[in-house]
């Protein structure tokens, strides 16, 4: 949440903020700042509430404001209302120190009473603004050494933050901090930059550095300093991002999360072909061992939102395949439970951004205890990339739309492999059974292609559903995992109450809200269920509801008890989460866009939930 920008170079620095802002603002909206010094000459702070846009014009799109050395904020408010007064950048009463963050310092009440007392004054609500101050205060009480200044403020500060601030004794110079937020250092021929992803600054270089936990960056025009909480000089590799720019782009189509939608085929793909070569699957990236997976008799899989739903799904498969005992669990939820993990047990966490606060913590829970963690992780040197065992990247590419569509899809597949890898490991499926439920995996993404051409069918519908005010999804089995995720879709950006139940509960509950016309999206894959899914159908329909459904085509019999149905390609059942989702991803974008939404940016909602 919040994304943070910084430039130092020859160029003017606020037109690369503000285009570096616009890739992250997926990340916070409410409010956005930036803050450009002019060499010598004091920093110019311009903030506002609202989109990135007010700024954008405010500013003339960065031409108005003069200078090489800037730093750039786009928030999403925890700590005081969105308003301009709240907004970053935030500076110490004199403007010695400058500074940006994302995060939460979680003790910064009483860090900010400790500050009043020494006579400093509060204008805005914000932690950040205490963590700027409590640096100044640091900096003038020593050796007037901003990397001093900060490790002394981060050993007093409690909480998570990917700080960066300006000095103003050090025109030109960008100083940054880390601490469970994500931040990249990207560097270029006499140009440095920071961001809290990569996307921000794609255009400009391909050369970024990962700053750890507890360290400290110094950024000059095309050169960068580490250094330890210790104040000590370090080393840090230099990655090439492999992203090419053009997929941080809409690259033609309307919105972000249309693109991503139809990009699935070819990630699904892409992440395929990173571990199946031959007609087998090899984990040798991932780096888990068949003995290892013969060893461990209970998987936890742990994640957020749709992430989760992900897992959801991912049980059902996993079981089936193989004598596993699986239990999903909310990262929020794990992290805080007081249980004994089992020691054959391997943890699952599946993360697009690798970043998300709950997951990252759930992680660290479990090698607390010894247990041996697999990630399945979007982004490349992301914490929990780093910090996992194991890895298994997904090959979706940047993610930008804040409703997950590509990614989701690239967690659910490479779920799949690792469920017939498990299975093959461990001796429980024969030979022919792995060869034709790999090849069937194969074919998930030329399916997609073809419920992709048949898109207008869907808008046509989705313009029905326009203004309705609830919905229940419902379905058995893997079909309840996908209308858990179909129902998380719809509600996120388009507004519309949705609830996701099995089937079978719904005579528990829910069946007392349905009326005349309530609007029940029903998943119907499973062919075993087949006929029981359809039971709970005839039974809403007959209190009034309409019933729509998407099935497997030759399903042709739903036709007789729902009034609308999309047809999926045939797939093994096991699989026909991959296919199933696609559809209910694209009514949930036309009902959004419909309505007018901005639909890759719903109200309230961050991309990365880097905060608890
Ligand atoms: C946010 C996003 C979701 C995502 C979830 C978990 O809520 O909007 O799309 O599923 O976080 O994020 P992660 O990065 O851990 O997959």
């Known amino acids: 949440m919040c994304g943070i920008v910084g430039f130092t170079g020859t160029k003017q620095a606020a037109p690369i903020l503000l285009d570096g802002l616009s890739k992250l603002e997926y990340r916070g909206y409410d409010s956005a700042g930036i803050a450009v010094r002019d060499g010598e000459k004091p920093a110019e702070v311009i903030k506002e509430k609202g989109k990135l846009k007010v700024l954008a014009d405010m500013t003339n799109q960065g031409k108005a404001v003069k200078g090489t050395c800037g730093i750039g904020h786009t928030r999403w408010a925890t700590h005081g209302e969105p308003s301009a007064v709240n907004a970053h950048p935030h500076s110490s009463d004199d403007g010695n120190v400058i500074g940006v963050h994302n995060g939460i310092i979680e003790n910064y009440q009483e860090q900010r009473e400790k500050l009043i007392k020494k006579g400093y004054e509060f204008k805005s609500q914000t932690d950040t603004e205490v963590a700027v101050k409590l640096v100044d205060y640091y900096y003038k009480k020593y050796s007037q050494d901003p990397i001093e200044a900060i490790a002394r403020a981060m050993v007093r500060i409690r909480g998570s933050y990917a700080l960066c601030v300006m000095f103003k004794d050090f025109p030109g110079e960008i100083y940054c901090a880390r601490k469970d937020s994500p931040m990249i250092i990207g560097i270029a021929d006499g140009e440095s930059y920071v961001a809290s992803d990569v996307p921000a ?15 400290i960056a110094k950024l000059e025009k095309g050169n960068v300093t580490f250094y330890n909480i210790d104040s000590e000089v370090i080393e840090k590799p230099l990655t090439e991002i492999k992203w090419d720019a053009e997929s941080a782009e809409k690259g033609g189509y309307e919105h972000f999360m249309l693109k991503e939608i139809h990009e699935q085929p070819k990630v699904i793909r892409d992440t395929i072909n990173s571990v199946v070569t031959d007609g087998k699957v090899h984990f040798d990236s ?239 894959t499973q062919t075993k ?84």
């Open 529 to 612: 269920l087949i006929e029981k899914t359809i039971s709970n159908m005839v039974e809403v329909k007959s209190r009034g509801a309409k019933v729509m459904a998407v099935t497997t085509a030759g399903n042709y019999f739903l036709e007789d008890t729902a009034e609308f149905v999309c047809y999926i390609p045939q797939i093994e059942p096991l699989f026909a989460g991959s296919l199933s989702v696609v559809p209910l991803q694209l009514i949930s974008y036309y009902v959004s866009i419909g309505k007018g939404f901005d639909v890759d940016k719903p109200r309230n909602l961050a991309k990365s939930v880097t905060v608890e």
């Open 286 to 524: 991932v780096n888990l061992t068949d003995d290892e997976m013969k060893s461990i008799d209970q998987i936890y899989i742990v994640a957020c939102g749709s992430a989760y739903h992900v897992g959801m799904d991912l049980q059902y498969v996993i079981e089936s395949l193989t004598s596993l005992q699986v239990r999903v669990e909310l990262a929020s939820e794990f992290r805080y439970r007081d249980m004994s993990l089992r020691k054959n047990s391997l943890v699952i966490v599946i993360s697009q951004s690798g970043e998300t606060a709950d997951t990252l913590a759930a992680l660290r829970m479990a090698k607390d205890n010894g247990v041996k963690t697999l990630g399945i992780v979007n982004v490349v040197g992301s914490s929990i990339a780093r910090e996992a065992d194991n890895v298994f990247y997904t090959l979706a590419g940047p993610e930008i739309s804040v409703a997950t569509t590509k990614a989701y899809s690239c967690q659910l597949v490479a779920g799949y492999l690792l469920a017939l890898q498990f299975a093959k490991a461990r001796e429980e499926i024969t030979d022919e059974h792995y060869n034709e439920l790999l090849a069937e995996i194969n074919t998930i993404p030329e399916k997609i292609e073809k419920i992709l051409e048949n898109k207008e069918r869907l808008q046509w519908y989705s313009n029905k559903l326009i203004n309705i005010t609830d919905a229940f999804f419902i379905g058995r089995g893997i079909d309840y995992a996908i209308g858990l995720e179909g129902s998380l879709k719809l509600k996120e950006i388009s507004y519309i109450h949705s609830e996701a139940y099995a089937a079978g509960e719904l005579k528990h509950g829910p069946i007392s809200l349905i009326e005349d016309g309530t609007i029940v999206l029903s998943v119907v």
């Open 201 to 215: 600054i794609l255009k400009y270089t391909r050369n970024v550095y990962y700053i750890g936990n507890m360290e």
